[in-house]
């Protein structure tokens, strides 16, 4: 069998990857009177004065919803909310299996904005963080800023920041592997959707240097026009030297390339034209270029979405340790900071004396990972004064 019939035949085995579980058996009458009524209604009574309680005398402050509207699932495109409920009960197996974070699936049955908005944000006091998933561009930039503006728990969409902050990571070792300078970096990132457009603009502010955006129609410079919103923001503050023309005429001279698109897009004559490049095809299941082709055009390290070639950039890295030292101090959001500062905690975890072009990042199994980002996290959201715990 492949990996594609075991997983289905997992599937109907477990019938659902999660379950919810008691914290405190019920075994004598004393539990159940303390558990459930008549005991239940003094910490109603206690929350009912102050809201703040309700993180200290429930779960919440260790619950996270998982939301999609299916519409951008895991590389299946729009296939609707019944149909990306597998995905999301695998976030939240990963959430408690690597940070020890609560996490519960929600599918929603609506593309529209406003409702989808509204639905999220009148469930939200039911969690201590909300993360958004598989939720297509451009509505998902809409859907994560107005939520941050009207919800008082962390909001994050993985899909934009944790793909951003591993990437960022990854590439901050790979410019270690091959001697290259942050602020003078030319990188390339193909696909401009949400996660291209969140690597760009944490690659922009952490200063690696000119990042020029790539869609289907190629090069985007400030000016184009058809840009949606998402597209039209960062062209403003990449491509600075307002380059036209293909992904080809766009690698040729540069240090990195990150692909978040299209199979086999990328050819080893492509990668021959860049600076010693870094290559990060990350399509999945099957790369932008596979790593035998792009190792043959002569790239210096090359990283994948894959768990079968060295150098796996996974949000499995991120997203646990994110939430984890936010859920922590309480932190009403996360914020670019904190974003920067949980790259640069993942990518010391690669010490200098194991750093190679095979080596950038920790294995995506390494549980203590999720405890290093969070530490980072909570450290930086006490540091701007946004840590409520």
Known sequence: MDVNEQALNLHYELQGKIEVVSRKSIETREDLSLMYTPGVAEPCRVIAKDYEQSFRLTRRSNLVAVITDGSAVL?????????????????CALFKEFGGVDAFPICV?????????????????SFGGINLEDI??????????????????????????????????????AAKVTGKTLGQMKIVINGAGAAGIAIGKLLISMGFGNIVMCDIHGIICEGDEGLNPG??????????????????DALKGADAFVGVSRPNLVTA???????????????????????DEAKKGGAAV??????????????????????????????????????????????ALVTDDR????????????????????????????EQGIARA
């Open 75 to 91: 590389g299946l495109g729009d296939i609707g909310p019944a149909a990306g409920m597998p995905v999301m009960e695998g976030k």
């Open 109 to 125: 049955d609506t593309k529209d904005v406003d409702k989808l908005v509204e639905t999220i944000f009148l469930i939200s006091k």
């Open 136 to 173: 297509a561009a451009p509505r998902c930039f809409e859907v994560e800023r107005r939520l941050k503006e009207i919800c008082d728990i962390p909001v994050f969409h993985d899909d934009q920041h944790g793909t951003a902050i591993v990437v960022a990571a990854a590439m901050l070792n």
């Open 231 to 248: 597209q039209e923001e960062i062209s403003h503050i990449s491509n600075l030297n307002h380059e036209h023309g293909t992904l080809a």
């Open 269 to 291: 004559e492509m990668v021959s034209t860049m600076n010693q490049g870094i290559v990060f095809a990350m399509a999945n299941p099957t790369p932008e270029i596979m790593p």
């Open 302 to 347: 090359i990283g994948t979405g894959r768990s079968d070639f060295p150098n796996q950039i996974n949000n499995v890295l991120v997203f646990p340790g994110i939430f984890k030292g936010a859920l922590a101090v309480r932190a009403k959001e996360i914020t670019e900071g904190m974003k920067i500062r949980a790259a640069k905690a993942l990518a």
């Open 355 to 382: 750093l190679s072009a095979e080596y950038i990042l920790p294995s995506a199994l390494d549980k203590s990972v999720a405890d290093a980002v969070a530490d980072a996290v909570a450290q930086e959201a006490r």
